[in-house]
């Protein structure tokens, strides 16, 4: 499968850590199902900066991406979202998100799409809804928002920006890439630190 990673300045470093290791890496990945490929677009192929100050070179510009269904689309945070140049992506999750390509948003990137009217008809999480209602003038879907740190609605998944790892998590449970057993030793690992969990997680990946 394809996982695209929408790259800004300001990108926050943290909040994709954990599926991009994963997803790169393949160590924990069902080997029975499709390879992943990850693919960095951005608005240009010029390089942008994260907030942790590491410098990304998009693969691609979005202008030449065409998105299937099963895609998956990451919008990472970032302090940039409402900047004008970054209005392309955001008209073409309008175009996709009912086409079955999976959109997952994070912190920043749940604003751009909130002030789209994105989320006014779809269960969601972001930082806070009333952050959502103050900054961003085409929301009205409080009506569909959960006090939750990630949410998962068909194909769009949400997050706070300070849940990362239920983020990753929701993705990947998405995304069917990891064996049910795995995935749950996988995620309460990092949630609890708890020594059982690693070789849960280890248990699961041997061959039945």
Known sequence: MKVYIYVLNT????????????????RYLDKT?????????????????????????????IDNIKFKEDDLLILPGADTWMEEENSKIIDIVLDIIDKKVII?????????LANRGILNDRNHTSNAMEVLKMFCPEYAGENFYLNQPAVRDGNLITASGITPLEFS????KRINVMKDETLEAWYQLYKTNDSKYFYALMESLKEA
Request: net charge negative; aromatic share 6%.
């Open 11 to 26: 990108l926050a470093d943290w909040e994709i850590g954990y599926l991009t290791a994963e997803l790169n890496s393949g």
């Open 104 to 112: 997952a948003a994070i912190c920043g990137a749940t604003f751009a």
């Open 169 to 172: 998590y929701e993705v990947l």
């Open 33 to 61: 199902k499709p390879s992943v490929e990850i693919i960095t677009i951005g608005n240009t192929t010029e390089p942008i900066k994260t907030m942790g100050g590491i410098t990304i070179v998009p693969d691609e510009s």
